[in-house]
Nanobody, 123 residues
Framework: VQLQASGGGLVQPGGSLRLSCAAS????????MGWFRQAPGKEREFVAA????????YYADSVKGRFTISRDNAKNTVYLQMNSLNGEDTAVYYC?????????????????WGQGTQVTVSS
């Protein structure tokens, strides 16, 4: 699976962004999808995940209630809607695909990774 993330940028605190991740190469609906992020000087951390078909979702506590993960299997795309952004959300965001089919926060369960898109929250 090849993954291409997009939609990052500079946004003011309290603002919103929607990230997209387009997949190609294999049957998208066979994979659970996840979003991770990595801030400067920090380890990569889990953000959100969604199962392959029944759209079960799973969120990190730090984004619960502010971020929403969704997918459109007809378009081979997963989204991350991010609202009420703050400085701690500044990071490079990565999408990833897992052959497990269920949403998981475990990095080593993801087989494929996109290249990342920068999100900067600043006034």
């Amino acid at each position: 699976v090849q993954l291409q993330a997009s939609g990052g940028g500079l946004v003011q605190p309290g603002g919103s962004l929607r990230l997209s991740c387009a997949a190609s190469g294999r049957t998208f609906s066979n994979y659970a999808m996840g979003w991770f992020r990595q801030a400067p000087g920090k380890e990569r951390e889990f953000v959100a995940a969604i199962s392959s078909r029944n759209f079960l979702t799973y969120y990190a506590d730090s984004v619960k209630g502010r971020f929403t993960i969704s997918r459109d299997n007809a378009k081979n795309t997963v989204y991350l809607q991010m609202n009420s952004l703050n400085g701690e959300d500044t990071a490079v965001y990565y999408c990833a695909a897992s052959s497990t089919t269920y949403p998981t926060m475990r990095t080593n369960y993801y087989n494929y990774w996109g290249q990342g898109t920068q999100v900067t929250v600043s006034s």
